[in-house]
């Protein structure tokens, strides 16, 4: 079993920036995928970014030049630096882990509002 504590969501203004956190326990190897999606009300569970254990990442156009996402394999953590947010940003972020060949986990998700 594995578990997922997300903290740093927030409301926040346009243009302003959020830094969402994820650390993972439990059962835990050295080959894993760590990353965030979003659902906004109504819509469905997209990818904003992932990160391997070897550094690659895949995320969402939307996102790219605004979000960084990095990792830290000692603590097994998973950061989102969110700049740039736009309105189209509001929604709740779940923190997703992957063991190879493994399903996927979920965290409890954190609400990101951006809103004037």
């Known amino acids: 079993q594995v578990q997922l504590v997300e903290s740093g969501g927030g409301l926040v203004q346009p243009g302003e920036s959020l830094r969402l956190s994820c650390a993972a326990s439990g059962s835990i190897f050295n080959v894993y995928t760590m990353g965030w999606y979003r659902q906004a009300p109504g819509k469905q569970r997209e990818l904003v970014a992932i990160i391997s254990s070897g550094g690659s990442i895949n995320s969402a156009d939307s996102v790219k030049g605004r979000f960084t996402i990095s990792r830290d394999n000692a603590k097994k953590t998973v950061n989102l630096q969110m700049n740039s947010l736009k309105p189209e940003d509001t929604a709740v972020y779940y923190c997703?882990?992957?063991?190879?060949?493994?399903?996927?986990?979920w965290g409890q998700g954190t609400q990101v509002t951006v809103s004037s």
């Open positions: 997703y882990f992957r063991l190879v060949g493994g399903h996927p986990y």
